[in-house]
């Protein structure tokens, strides 16, 4: 048990500087916003900024999350829900969502942002999406294929 968790610091910490070019421009965003009156926390793994002016949700850039609420408690509907394709009761807790973004960033460092756009950007067809609504609903199941 002790190595598993040994192993799992090190795949993090390895994550983490794979995706800090990443996280850097979402620090960046993130400090420039606190001039309009967000405010910085930790929250789901990541150094996240509140209260970010005119964010409708939020944004994640490598370890940094940009939302325009309080807290990442905010229940939400699932991407496919909005595009009918699912209950439309169907939710999900923002900040559950924007955790599975953060790993998939750990994973895919510098390509994240090209494949997320090259898969559909902000859309419900988009596996990446898909994948963080999955994670949110289940706990399971960030990976977008597989």
């Not at 968790?5 to 910490?13: D, E, G, K, T």
């Not at 967000?38 to 939020?58: D, N, W, Y």
Request: proline letters at 6%; charged letters at 15%.
């Amino acid at each position: 048990m002790r190595i598993r968790a040994v192993l799992r610091v090190v795949a993090i910490s390895l994550g983490a500087a794979w995706t800090l070019p990443n996280t850097l421009a979402g620090l960046l965003a993130g400090i420039i916003c606190c001039a309009a009156g967000a405010r910085p926390h930790f929250a789901e793994g990541a150094l996240a900024f509140r209260r970010v002016p005119r964010a409708r949700g939020a944004l994640v850039l490598g370890c940094v999350i940009l939302h325009g609420g309080e807290d990442l408690d905010a229940i939400v509907p699932t991407y496919a829900a909005r595009r009918g394709a699912a209950p439309h009761t169907q939710c999900v807790r923002l900040g559950d969502h924007e955790r599975a973004h953060v790993l998939q960033y750990l994973l895919f460092g510098p390509l994240f942002l090209p494949l997320y756009c090259v898969c559909g950007g902000v859309s419900a067809r988009n596996p990446f999406e898909r994948a963080a609504d999955r994670y949110a609903l289940t706990g399971a199941g960030w990976r977008p294929w597989w």
